[in-house]
Structure formats: structure tokens, C-alpha cells
């Protein structure tokens, strides 16, 4: 039998027990037995009414668990390597297309003359227009009736 706790075998186990029963005598020994048996128990209780909370959630919202675990593959069928292969293989052999070519940049043009009685010339581009305001909260149809609470 290999026994390991934390990289502790079963000889070191009996020398850490041993030094502390020398160091702190059997009486306190027994008293933290003791109190690590009730802290087991308190854990113990804490766990079951865990349980019995969420197995009266689980009934009331009417699902049943046992019809989705039986639809669920069981994890030793499971083979994470394997299921990589099946969607690499699956997926369509895609080639990342060619890049174009590059062309040269765009040559400056004239600004063209108006043909306004003043003679001045049209802006070669037309006015940008001022960026759109996101909805606000005030605006917004959604949140109104929340805001006015």
C-alpha cells in the first residue's frame, strides 16, 4: 500500500505523531482530536444541508437530472486528443488567400473651380459631420422608467 499526504509517507507520519505526543503530552492530543472531530461534524452538516438545498432547488424548477446525465458520454469514454483530431480533420481545408498586389497611393487632385458668381473654389471633400451621441439614460425609452424610480 503507498501511502502519501502531501509528499509525507506513512514513516513520517508516525514521527510527526510522535513528536507532537512528546511535545505537547497525550491530554492535548486528545483535545485536539476532539475538536477535529467536531469541526468534522459541523463540515459534515454544513455539506448535507448543501445538498438538501440544492436537490429542493433542482425538484421545484421541475428539471430532472437523471434525463441529462444519461444523455452526458461518461468521462472514461472521453479522449480529449482524440475528439481534437475528429474537429481538425472535420474542418475545411482553408488556404488563407494571396495578398493583392499593392498599388500606389492615390494622386492629389485639383480642387475644382465653382461655377458660383464669386469664383471661389467647391472643398474638395464634402463637411464631416458632427459624431452621433449615444443613447443616454434620459433618452433611452429602456431606462427611463428605471431612472424614474
Known amino acids: 500500500m503507498n501511502f502519501n499526504i502531501l509528499g509525507i509517507g506513512l514513516p513520517q507520519l508516525f514521527i ?10 497525550p491530554k492535548k492530543m486528545i483535545a485536539w482530536a476532539f475538536e477535529a472531530g467536531r469541526y468534522t461534524a459541523k463540515l459534515r ?7 438538501s438545498e440544492f436537490q429542493k432547488e433542482i425538484a421545484a424548477s421541475g428539471v430532472d437530472l437523471n434525463e441529462i446525465t444519461r444523455d452526458l458520454p461518461k468521462a472514461s469514454d472521453f479522449n ?5 483530431r ?3 480533420d ?4 482553408s488556404t488563407p488567400p494571396a495578398s493583392p498586389a499593392p498599388t500606389a497611393p492615390p494622386t492629389p487632385t485639383a480642387p475644382v473651380a465653382d461655377a ?3 469664383g471661389e473654389a467647391a472643398p474638395s471633400t ?3 459631420e458632427p459624431p452621433s451621441t449615444p443613447p443616454t439614460a434620459s433618452t433611452d425609452s429602456k431606462y427611463s422608467d428605471w431612472m424614474a424610480k
Do not use: N, R
Open 45 to 51: 452538516q454544513m455539506y448535507q444541508q448543501t445538498m
Open 90 to 93: 472535420a474542418a475545411p481545408d
Open 16 to 25: 510527526i505523531f510522535g513528536l507532537m505526543l512528546i511535545l505537547f503530552g
Open 86 to 88: 475528429k474537429l481538425v
Open 116 to 118: 458660383s458668381p464669386t
Open 80 to 84: 480529449v486528443l482524440d475528439e481534437a
Open 126 to 128: 464634402p463637411p464631416a
